[in-house]
């Protein structure tokens, strides 16, 4: 597929119009969404990684000399840093398949997107919807709504109704997070300023519902008070929460793949819930998703699902000595 190409010219003195905006900018591959830096697992650790692999967010500059020098190379479409840049962003989304449908709870009050879910989050709040501030149109008919978030306040990131989240087709992106600017191309179309005022402050109501709210330490799985998981399958998550509690920056993603992973082969072997193991790697995984490294609570609930997945193709069974023990 021949992907859309900008002229260069163009791009660089959109990507200084944002700077100068204060937003920290950071290439994305040209005609896509996805960052053009090196990934993780391809960090050479030299040069700025000498010290541990930077994520985009933390290699995002406002320093126009850095951004001629980084679009000089190629027309890159333009990624956004929210955390760095100060602002959260409420992202509506649209169905991407017809089969891409609202749950029953949403349907069933006329929301069709995330354009009509979030008016209702706002209903329900007593609050008009929050028009008023920079706003951007996606390439696929959703909507970037930009708002100033508090000084001295780390908000992460949301995804639908997930945790403190919005509503379905509903995310926000804060710390941790980065959306497609405006005037980048993909082969969906073309991302735009649909109105041109400054971000304004994120509503106090929203900054309330986003806080995140404090994880409550577990002591034991996640189990009911009929199901006792057997004593190595107990001990088994034990250990992996251990293993992600303990995972340095720069090999989150990869020890919490790997726990999901030794997990996944108890859950398909039928040793372990799955909702269980998951739970349990999420809560291991609070100081990774609210810490300052960049990686992100859908990132993270990604890597624990494909870890899991991934690790039940290759069931572990119950040793031979507890088959049949009451």
Sequence with gaps: ???????RDTVLRNALIAAEQGFHVFPLRVGTKRPALHSEKRCPRTGICRDGHLKPEQRATTDPD???ACWSVAPWNLGIACGPSGLLVVDMDTPKSPDDVPPDGWSRRGARDGHDAFRLVCADAGQPVPTETFTVRTARGGT???FRAPHGVRLGNTVGELGNGLGWKVDTRAWGGYVVGPWSITEHGSYWVDCDLPPADLPTWLLHRLTPRPVAARTAPVVSRTERLP?????????????VAQATSGTHMSTL????FALGQLVGGGLLPSATAESELLTAAQHIVNGGCGCTDREALRTIHNGLREGA?????????TRGAA
Excluded: N
């Design 1 to 7: 597929m021949d992907l859309p190409i900008q002229d």
């Design 66 to 68: 850095r951004i001629r």
């Design 144 to 146: 970037h709504l930009y």
């Design 231 to 243: 004593a190595y399958v107990d001990a088994a998550v034990r250990g992996e929460r251990h293993r």
């Design 257 to 260: 793949f790997v726990a999901a």
């Design 313 to 321: 193709t290759k069931p572990r069974h119950a040793p031979a000595t």
